[in-house]
């Protein structure tokens, strides 16, 4: 059993993703198109100011972009460990930003436009299409 | 040298990428619930209890959080000779908040990550035999009723990298003293931020606790370059513990990368964790006693409270 790689979870896992449906042959190792543009879409949204209130910055970061950000990297490290590298450490400077009490730095936007610039050069490493903000 | 480097919850992500209308083929829910359960322990071997743990996701990548889960683990056999279910051992798993995020009272419900984000943990789990072992996690989800998914999680018949019970390894790791390196090979949040924001978890070696009989505890884990979610809050965590039970224990953070960009480890990240197929799971936390033998370790998410009862467990040090 020793010779059970820790990989068997990571596989396991996968055939929970549908490996039998028709998303397996969408999926970018595990980003669709679509996570892809709905992350950017929540980058964008606060990267152009359009979402300033700091609880929607939250919900937004959290909820939209966090979690695919997370996939981006993985897939891409693959590939291209700078990009992923270059897309996480962005991450972390906003994740610190969040990290405040109150109200997030003023920098903000342009901390999430950095990491907006970074996931898109990612997400095309993955061989998925991005665009970028348009502020 | 270059490594796959995963992180336990790495599985979670894979599940909530899960976009299929059709259900899972052997892992995942049941045909008549909507939600996935995702292994997040790695390691697991036979003969001893362990903590088990699962994040519980939906395929529209809500969470389910809160509250308890049943957990019912059946013996499913090995790749080689596959039997029927036998019933093994059963458990209330409940909910490990990610240190930082929101807790609250009452049952299981639909959240999103920003609401909260966690896992369910199964305590002092013992698999009897190494092969594979469905998990059959139910649980009552407000809004949504009673929702059953299964998991399969490898056994093994032995750890393969340190458990309880065995010496810890006397490593050198980086601290704040070591010449020629990179602040970012130390913590790789200094990469980000120009400084290390938690310089008292980078002054003592492994080594050098073992050596002068103090327990110590260890985590393991890259806050910035994760691939799960969760090495950024665990490290906060052990900070925090760091200021209230430093008369118990040393505290020591080792960074898995040396050099992420040419994707070159730690070697006291792969001193400890690489496993002989070449993976590394991380974050992991250790606690070592005075005598050098490891008392515990946790896996990708843990209960600040359970650490806590383990350093509680600890006498005073005296200097």
Known sequence: MRSIGLSVLLALATVACGANGDDATDLHGSVTQDQADEAMAALCGIAEGRVTAFDEVQAAFNNRAHETLHHIAEVAQEEDPAAAGALLEAKSVVETDLEEEAEPPAEIADHVAILAEATASAIRVIGLNAGACSA | ?319
């Open chain 2, 1 to 319: 040298m270059r490594r796959t480097v995963m992180a336990g919850l790495a599985l979670s992500l894979l599940a909530g990428a899960c976009s299929s209308d059709e259900p899972p083929a052997s892992t995942g829910p049941t045909a008549t619930s909507q939600i996935v359960a995702v292994p997040a322990t790695s390691d697991l071997f036979a003969g001893d209890p362990q903590r088990v743990s699962f994040g519980l996701v939906r395929n529209d990548n809500k969470l389910i959080s809160f509250g308890d889960a049943e957990v019912t683990f059946s013996f499913v056999g090995t790749a080689a000779e596959p039997t029927e279910p036998q019933p093994g051992p059963e458990a209330t798993a409940t909910f490990v908040p990610t240190y930082g995020t929101p807790d609250r009272n009452g049952g299981p419900a639909v959240t999103s990550p920003n609401e909260g984000r966690g896992v369910y943990q199964a305590d002092d789990v013992t698999f009897d035999q190494p092969g594979f072992w469905t998990a059959e996690v139910t649980v009552v989800v407000q809004g949504m009723g009673t929702q059953t998914a299964e998991a399969t999680v490898p056994v093994l018949d032995a750890p393969q990298i340190p458990a309880p019970g065995d010496r810890a390894k006397p490593t050198e790791n980086l601290t704040l003293d070591s010449k020629g390196v990179p602040q970012g090979a130390i913590d790789s949040r200094a990469a980000t931020t120009g400084e290390i924001p938690d310089p008292e978890l980078h002054e003592w070696t492994i080594a050098r606790a073992i050596a002068e009989g103090r327990p110590a505890l260890v985590l393991f884990a890259t806050p910035v370059f994760c691939v799960s979610r969760f090495c950024g809050p665990v490290t906060d965590m052990v900070q925090e513990l760091a200021a209230r039970y430093g008369d118990r224990a040393v505290f020591i953070h080792v960074e898995i990368w040396k050099d992420y960009q040419e994707q070159v480890l730690n070697e006291a990240a792969t001193e400890w964790l690489q496993t002989p197929s070449g993976d590394l799971t991380e974050p992991w936390l250790y606690l070592i006693g005075d005598d050098g033998v490891i008392l515990d370790r946790w896996a990708s998410m843990w209960s600040e409270s359970d650490v806590e009862a383990a350093l509680d467990e600890l006498p005073r040090m005296t200097n």
